[in-house]
């Protein structure tokens, strides 16, 4: 499958590597292409940068925004969440009706510093936001309440533990659904929460992720639903 991912972060860099593993053709989109491949500063949790972690996966293609999603069948957003609407409006309409847009991001304030709050919360959220933008599109939201790690490898924590889709279009999360299996994901562990109003509780549990990641001291963890017994 033809896949873009937007974001040249350690998410898009992490979600791209498996996709590749899985034999699918990814692009990376990106503001500025030469930008990017010029940038060399190490990132996030001693990743390298961007332009140096490109030359050692070749196999991924590195393009604009509008290019990548242009050819692909699937669109992970994996920018920051501030930056996702912004990321999209650089897209030709076209190019993005009728298809998945995975969004992996959180609404993350961080203009007072750690820890953040959210740009959007209670009401309405950014699932809800791309796919009010965007309507010919089908948003599924997933994906969003963990560490990147986790994402493409749940077998990193022992057990049961969940992922969550939000989406209007139930065809649209079936092949997202497919896309988490691939990554390891057991179908009874797999959530389908609703439609994508669904996705302001997945977002909320950010500022609990956060703390939760501040108290462990490891982002390797995750939320796990368990059904108890009814009378």
């Given at each position: 499958m033809?896949?873009?991912?937007?974001?040249?972060?350690?998410?898009?860099?992490?979600?791209?590597?498996?996709?590749?593993?899985?034999g699918h053709q990814i692009t990376i989109g990106t503001r500025n292409v030469q930008d990017a491949i010029n940038r060399s500063e190490p990132g996030r949790l001693a990743r390298p940068g961007f332009g140096t972690w490109h030359q050692a996966h070749p196999a991924i293609k590195i393009d604009t925004y509008a290019r990548a999603a242009a050819s692909a069948s699937i669109i992970i957003l994996a920018t920051s969440g501030d930056g996702v609407l912004p990321a999209l409006k650089q897209v030709e309409p076209q190019n993005l009706s009728g298809k998945i847009l995975l969004d992996i991001t959180n609404p993350l304030d961080l203009s007072q510093g750690m820890p953040p709050s959210l740009f959007v919360s209670n009401t309405d959220s950014l699932g809800e936001q791309i796919q009010r933008t965007y309507p010919e599109s089908k948003v599924v939201k997933s994906l969003n309440t963990m560490a990147a790690f986790v994402m493409i490898n749940p077998s990193l924590i022992p057990g049961d533990h969940n992922v969550f889709t939000s989406g209007n279009d139930p065809n649209a999360k079936s092949t997202i659904k497919d896309l988490l299996t691939s990554f390891g994901w057991q179908n009874h562990n797999i959530i389908d929460l609703g439609d994508i109003t669904t996705a302001r509780g997945t977002e909320q549990l950010i500022p609990l992720w956060v703390r939760l990641w501040g108290t462990l001291k490891t982002p390797i963890f995750n939320f796990n639903i368990v059904l108890g017994k009814t009378e």
């Open positions: 033809n896949i873009a991912v937007f974001g040249t972060g350690m998410v898009g860099q992490i979600i791209s590597e498996k996709l590749l593993e899985l």
